[in-house]
């Protein structure tokens, strides 16, 4: 009799699981459509591409094999480029990294201010809001050598103005502050919620055993912050990597074309020139660069769980 | 000992708030650059005097970047593809999350890859798919490319957030006969109201400030939206800054009120999607 029901049991809840997983592929269908048409296809097409020598508009194209990927380094100014794009992208997060977790650190909750600390929270994230297009547009007004703010104050402190937007070296860190601009309120945010996070325990013993408020940030709060700081290392190298139209527009690639990023010339090349099977290829190297490092960070992360999970 | 403490802490106190004056130096230059004219702007870029005050910027900005035809577009691009985000994700995320089965699995690890691809790289092959499909500068084509690229991180949360909740939520409902639909609609749908929040906040402020879809997929004169838009007032040559930075604060208004309005959410939504991303 027992047995009987432990069988019919048995049977409804393997029916009910069939049922439960045809639904589910149910409910998978519409995300899965969507970006199998907007993703998925286009990835596999940008692949193809980047073996033929498509120029994006007529309908017949050769497959050349290896040679858009063998003849990258003959596109003209391709190691500049590449030079131009790594600063960028590593620039761009050492500058974001300091400062922010530097705010985060005197914006804690713990640090009892005269400051209002949500306010100054709020403060600190509000270039975060805007589009990189405005800000492009922004700093590339700020920079302007005669009528920009920044020269203004300069000249007023007495200091001579600085061509922020034609002299080679400055125009790529003219191009790295404004976009750290933007990404440093995200940090913040991120860094802030990570302090947070630290049992406050952990400082009060450090404080009777007579540890110093330097040796508390050495031996507490950095390895306490570690993943805070993995997490937001690795999202501002991908953003930086990715970034398009916030470094276009202040420096439009120029002086020659030392700030010309690696995403300014997949755009040139799939949209100006004509030439999109380079420019495919551009695009899986950039691909490349990103899932390098995004397996850098998944790595980094699975180790961590292993030790303090 | 403690006068040296208050003396140190006053001197934080007082370079966290010049910090704080720099950041937000670029924010103020152009908020006052749209109240005044060319000239003063260049004359005295940190001062806004009464005599210099003027509205004249915006009623020109507003009818040369047709900035209402534009607010309405950029609004429901936005809306709508958040729309379909929380619908499709919060789907999938309950079927990864609680759903037993190695293929749903196998999805997730399948979304989590995509969230890594830039989208640059796949501009040229999406405007050939959206001549095939009929979409091109259609607002419809947009929103459904924006849908779809931010699903992946969107399926990410939503399955993240109903993977913690417990375990027992549905089996009373599976045992007196509910339908899996009727568990995700009745059971699961109004308790993900805190993950919904995130993922609009997150998806929402990269599709209200998108440049490079709607610059490449729609047309400026036919379909115009704001980030577009603004780039009308930058010239090759004599950039008007009264002009340029009156449309600034015009196309950045409503994303910031939205933030006054939310700021914890915001804030929130920030911190935990970046934990999980």
């Not at chain 1, 995403?263 to 691909?287: E, K």
Request: charged share 15%.
């Amino acid at each position: 009799m027992s047995q009987t029901t432990s069988v019919q049991q048995k049977r409804k809840r393997t029916s009910l699981e069939r049922d439960q997983f045809r639904s589910g592929l149910v409910f998978l269908l519409p995300s899965l459509i969507l970006c199998a048409v907007f993703m998925l296809v286009p990835l596999i097409e940008v692949i193809r591409y980047s073996f033929t020598d498509w120029d994006g508009l007529s309908p017949d194209y050769n497959f050349v094999g290896l040679y858009n990927y063998l003849h990258l380094h003959q596109i003209e100014g391709f190691g500049e480029m590449m030079v131009a794009t790594i600063t960028f992208a590593i620039g761009t997060t050492l500058l974001t990294i300091v400062i922010a977790f530097v705010t985060a650190l005197a914006l804690d909750k713990k640090e009892k201010g005269r400051l209002p600390r949500g306010l100054m929270r709020s403060l600190w994230f509000f270039p975060a809001l805007l589009s990189g297009s405005v800000v492009g547009i922004l700093w590339r007004v700020m920079y302007n050598y005669n009528n920009g703010v920044i020269n203004k104050i300069l000249t007023g402190a007495g200091l001579s103005p600085v061509n922020w937007l034609e002299t080679r070296g400055v125009t790529n860190i003219a191009i790295i502050v404004g976009a750290a601009w933007v990404q440093i309120g995200f940090c913040v945010v991120v860094f802030l919620a990570g302090l947070q996070s630290i049992p406050q325990d952990l400082y009060e013993a450090a404080a009777i055993d007579g540890a110093t408020p330097r040796q508390q940030l050495k031996n507490i709060t950095f390895p306490m912050m570690a993943s805070s700081i993995t997490i937001n290392v690795i999202t501002t190298t991908i953003a930086g990597f990715k970034a398009y139209e916030l470094p276009y527009l202040i420096s439009n690639g120029l002086p020659g074309k030392s700030t010309l990023l690696l995403t300014q010339r997949i755009f040139f090349f799939g949209f100006t020139a004509n030439d999109y099977g380079r420019g495919s290829a551009l695009s899986v190297l950039l691909l490349v660069i990103i899932a390098l490092i995004s397996l850098v960070q998944l790595v980094y992360l699975r180790r961590r769980e292993d030790i303090y999970g | 000992m403690k006068q040296r403490n208050t003396a140190k802490k006053v001197l934080s106190e007082l370079i966290l708030a010049v910090c704080t004056v720099v950041m937000l130096l670029p924010i103020y230059y152009f908020v006052i650059g749209a109240f005044k004219k060319r000239t003063d702007i260049i004359k005295y870029p940190l001062v806004l005097a009464k005599e210099m005050f003027t509205l004249e910027n915006f009623p020109y900005v507003i009818k040369k970047m047709n900035y209402w035809k534009a607010l309405g577009n950029t609004v429901f691009i936005t809306l709508v593809s958040l729309l379909i985000v929380v619908i499709c994700a919060s789907l999938a995320g309950f079927a990864i999350a609680r759903i037993r089965s190695r293929l749903f699995t196998g999805y997730y690890g399948l979304m989590v890859t995509l969230m890594v691809i830039p989208f640059i790289g796949c501009l040229l092959p999406l405007a050939v798919q959206s001549t095939r499909l009929g979409t091109y500068n259609t607002l419809w084509g947009c929103i459904l490319i924006q849908a779809a690229w931010n699903m992946p991180f969107a399926v990410f949360l939503f399955t993240g957030f109903m993977r913690d909740l417990p375990k027992e939520l549905e089996e009373a409902a599976y045992i007196d006969g509910c339908s899996t639909f009727g568990v995700y609609s009745r059971i699961f749908l109004p308790l993900l109201a805190p993950v919904t929040a995130t993922c609009c906040i997150r998806c929402g402020v990269g599709i209200w400030n998108d440049y490079l879809v709607s610059r490449t997929l729609l047309n400026e004169n036919k379909n115009p939206t704001l980030m577009v838009g603004i780039q009308g007032f930058f010239g090759a040559r004599a950039t008007e800054f009264g002009y340029a930075f009156c449309g600034i604060v015009l196309v950045s208004i409503p994303m910031v009120i939205l933030f006054l309005c939310l700021q914890k959410y915001f804030i929130k939504g920030i911190a935990a999607g970046a934990v999980k991303g």
